[in-house]
């Protein structure tokens, strides 16, 4: 069956620390990756996604992810934490021809001052 | 407006009452989702429309009733319901194509008495 594993339940980081959330996932081809963010009280957003090509992909608020075929894997990373991203970050992948996605459980991120 | 919207933001209901949910969507897309997010629990995905139609029903309870009058909107119809169908209820759009990324609302939160 198609999956979506985010290993880490929470993460704890210190602001200005780099950070890095893991993501696996089991499809049978390589699907379509997602990253959203949850900011309480809020709905999931955007921060990126992979389709193919180059296996890092840039997003938005200075996150990035990094595609690994060998490891089925999309990890989220981050060169320097802020406090304003403390959050609930979702992975999420769709296989080819579908438009409906499965989700991971969700990290929540907290940051330390 | 712009985006996705989602009335009422709160709701508290009893078990007896019957209230419906909106969601909204002005960004043109063909499907619409209903999502159930609970404490500790991973993102629930309860419905699908794709053009009006309904293409995905994952074992929802019938106390939960969606209507799909349009592409742009979505009801979620309530009656009878349990302590346990409180949650955050999200609603979320996308083009209904491949690939596609979902933009959510943000979100109902519903407290059932």
């Known amino acids: 069956a198609q999956s979506v594993t985010q290993p880490d339940i929470h993460i704890t980081v210190s602001e200005g620390a780099s950070l890095e959330l893991r993501c696996n996932y089991s499809y049978g081809a390589t699907p379509y990756l997602f990253w959203y963010v949850q900011s309480p009280g809020q709905g999931l957003q955007l921060l990126l996604k992979y389709f193919s090509g180059d296996t890092l992909v840039q997003g938005i608020k200075g996150f990035e992810a990094e595609f690994k075929r060998s490891q089925s894997s999309f990890n989220l990373r981050k060169p320097s934490v802020h406090w304003s991203d403390a959050a609930e970050y979702f992975c999420?992948?769709?296989?080819?021809?579908?438009?409906?996605?499965?989700f991971g459980r969700g990290t929540s991120l907290i940051v330390h001052p | 407006e712009t985006g996705v919207t989602q009335t009422p933001r709160h709701l508290v209901m009893g078990m007896t009452n019957k209230k419906s949910l909106k969601c909204e969507q002005h960004l043109g897309h063909n499907a619409m989702y209903w999502y159930k997010q609970s404490a500790k629990k991973p993102l629930e995905l309860m419905f699908v429309?794709?053009?009006?139609?309904?293409?995905e029903n994952n074992s929802v309870p019938s106390r939960f009733s969606p209507e799909c009058p349009n592409s742009s909107h979505l009801f979620l119809h309530l009656h009878t319901l349990q302590p346990e169908d409180s949650a955050l209820y999200l609603c979320?759009?996308?083009?209904?194509?491949?690939?596609?990324?979902?933009?959510f609302g943000p979100g109902t939160r519903l407290t059932v008495t």
């Open positions: 429309y794709n053009f009006k139609e309904q293409t």
């Open positions: 999420a992948a769709q296989s080819g021809g579908s438009y409906i996605p499965t």
């Open positions: 979320a759009s996308s083009q209904g194509t491949s690939g596609d990324e979902q933009y």
